[in-house]
Each structure stands twice: as structure tokens, then as C-alpha cells.
């Protein structure tokens, strides 16, 4: 398969997924029933941005040419991916990285998303069967080449003892913060109130901590916030409001909230389900040397860094966790 026919494999894919095929159809609404976090607007959301962000002709294009990816392997490599499942389709880009540099794929999809995952490459395989010898998935990943594995500080020794004799990259938890400095527009906050709240807060990308210099007003930010006053109805993000709620009332602990969203000054970057940890700074400049060497940090949004509303439409370039799996994938 050359490296063209991979590129169009998956230009077409791009264009099926932003279609209202009934078969797509009905696999959405069957991952949202076995996985009630991936409502229908999230869903659609990141179905949109593989598509308008991966899954084009040129941009793909530009991007094999820039790792020089040839045409056929000569010697492709057996690559276990093992995907998370905290987001819908979080481990395309992982399985795309691996079919467009030529190697195969065994994958083991997160049993949180794999309704959506297997039925893309069934269509795939619909278009070319071929696909059929370059991308399986498995439950147990044995005998691969190389490994890019996906999970949580607890799972990331698991697969460090397991495949950490073989070529590998390994992730482990990572969140996203913003650093403000009370000059946001509205519009800056509810593009910012976005990328707190995108699939619930579930994903590396999201902001789940940010930082303001002392005095600010957190009036307007709760006032964007309630942008989602809406997931109230949705059974598990109010049960994590509730109990998180009366977890701070209990310790007696300092908040804000706007009814659907919980703000409270925490040390920590990563914040649960409906709440946001804030700290007060005195210099940004400061703040952003200590975070730059923090790896727990995916993605800064604020003035000078992603802009406001963007930390959820990564580029193919936009490696989880910093490393660049197109470059280790090529140079395998």
C-alpha cells in the first residue's frame, strides 16, 4: 500500500465522518450507550476536528514529507498501541501516525471507546482490504515490535515492566492550565470556559487549573462558566458536583461556584469532574518557567500562548505529551 493510497484511505475517512451516514449514525449512538460520558455534542465535536484538523489531503500530505515517510517500508515495524478512553477517539492520532508511516498496527482499544474506533477501520477495510493486514486489534499485545501506550501514573509502571524492553513511548496522566491576567475579554472567557468544559473536563487538553494575579475577579469567568449550566442534567457530571460540593463544605474549605461549576485555590493541576483549581500569582513570567518544566502539564492557554477556545483542535503536529511519535515511528 502506498504511501498516496494511505493518505486518500484516510482523506475519505474524513469526509464519511462528517456525514450523517446511517451505519455512523448508529455507531455513535451505540458508543454513547456503553460509555454514557460521550454524549452526542461530544462526540460530533471531536469527529469534527479529526476531520478538519487530521484528515486532509495536503495537510497529511505535508506532513509525511516532512518525516520523509517513504512510499513502502522497507522493513515495517509490528507497533502495539494500547489507547485510552477518557475522550471519544483520543487513540486516532496514535493509529494514524502508525498507518501513515507504513507499519502495521495491533491495538488494543479502551473498552470506554471501542464501538467508534472499530468501526472506522471496518469502513476502512470496506474501501481496501488490505487495510485488514495493517491494522488488528488484540487484547493482548505480545510479540510487537515497538509500543506507544496510553493510561494513568498507576498503569504507566505496568507498561513500563511489560514493554519497556522494546522501543516505546509511554504516557502518563497530564492536564492543561491557563494562566490569566484579568484583561479577558467575555468572548476570551467563554472561548476559555470551552476549554475548561469540553467532554466534561475528561481529557489532557483540558483546563483543569488556572492562574491569576492576586485581586482578580472571578465574577466574570463563573458568569461564562454557565455557558454549561446544562450538564446539570446529565446524571454523572451532577453527582460529581454534589459530592465534590460537600467534600469542600465538610472540610470546611474556602469556594465559588455558579451552581455547575466549582472554583477553588488548590496546589494541584489536575481538578475533579465540575471543579477548576485556581492559584494567585505575582509574576506570569515566573509561573511560566515552573510550568514549562512540569510534566503534568500538556497545553498552556492564555495571551501568548494557545489561544482562548483552542485547546481542544491540536494539529497533527500537537504530540500528546510532547513527544513526537511521527519522529519515532520513522526512525524506528
Known amino acids: ?91 486516532f492520532h496514535d493509529l494514524l501516525c502508525s498507518f501513515i508511516s507504513g507499519h502495521k498496527t495491533t491495538a488494543k482499544a479502551s473498552s470506554k471507546d471501542s464501538v467508534l474506533m472499530k468501526h472506522l477501520v471496518k469502513k476502512l477495510a470496506e474501501w481496501n482490504p488490505t487495510v485488514l493486514d495493517k491494522i488488528v486489534f488484540a ?26 524492553k522494546y522501543p516505546n513511548i509511554i504516557r502518563k496522566n497530564r492536564s492543561s492550565v491557563a494562566i490569566l491576567d484579568g484583561t479577558e475579554t467575555p468572548v476570551a472567557l467563554l472561548a476559555l470556559a470551552d476549554d475548561i468544559q469540553f467532554y466534561f473536563g475528561l481529557g489532557c487538553r483540558n483546563i483543569t487549573k488556572i492562574f491569576v494575579p492576586q485581586g482578580y475577579d ?40 455558579n451552581d455547575s461549576t466549582i472554583l477553588t485555590e488548590n496546589i494541584a493541576v489536575f481538578s475533579p469532574v465540575s471543579q477548576v483549581h485556581y492559584a494567585f500569582y505575582s509574576d506570569a513570567k515566573t509561573v511560566l518557567n515552573e510550568l514549562a518544566s512540569n510534566e503534568e502539564v500538556q497545553c498552556i492557554v492564555g495571551h501568548g500562548q494557545v489561544p482562548f477556545g483552542m485547546a481542544q483542535s491540536p494539529s497533527l503536529t500537537d504530540y500528546a505529551d510532547g513527544i513526537d511519535t511521527m519522529a519515532f515511528l520513522t526512525n524506528l
Not at 29 to 48: D, G
Not at 55 to 78: F, G, I
Request: a negative charge; hydrophobic letters at 40%.
Open 1 to 91: 500500500m502506498t504511501l498516496q493510497t494511505r493518505i486518500r484511505l484516510f482523506t475519505r475517512l474524513g469526509e464519511y465522518i462528517l456525514q450523517d451516514n446511517a451505519d455512523w449514525q448508529d455507531c455513535k449512538e451505540r458508543a454513547y450507550r456503553e460509555n454514557p460520558w460521550f454524549i452526542t455534542e461530544f462526540i460530533e465535536l471531536s469527529v469534527k476536528k479529526i476531520a478538519e484538523n487530521f484528515l486532509q489531503e495536503k495537510a497529511l500530505t505535508d506532513w509525511a514529507l516532512a518525516y520523509s515517510v517513504p512510499d513502502c517500508p522497507n522493513q515495517p515495524k509490528n507497533i502495539g498501541i494500547v489507547m485510552a478512553g477518557n475522550i471519544p477517539l483520543v487513540g
Open 139 to 164: 487484547d493482548n499485545l505480545k510479540g510487537c515490535d515497538a509500543y506507544i501506550a496510553t493510561g494513568s501514573n498507576n498503569t504507566s509502571r505496568y507498561f513500563e515492566y511489560y514493554f519497556g
Open 218 to 257: 472571578f465574577i466574570p469567568l463563573l458568569d461564562a462558566l454557565r455557558k454549561y449550566e446544562h450538564f446539570m442534567d446529565f446524571h454523572k457530571y451532577k453527582h460529581n458536583y454534589d459530592y465534590h460540593l460537600a467534600i469542600l463544605i465538610m472540610s470546611n474549605r474556602y469556594y465559588m461556584n
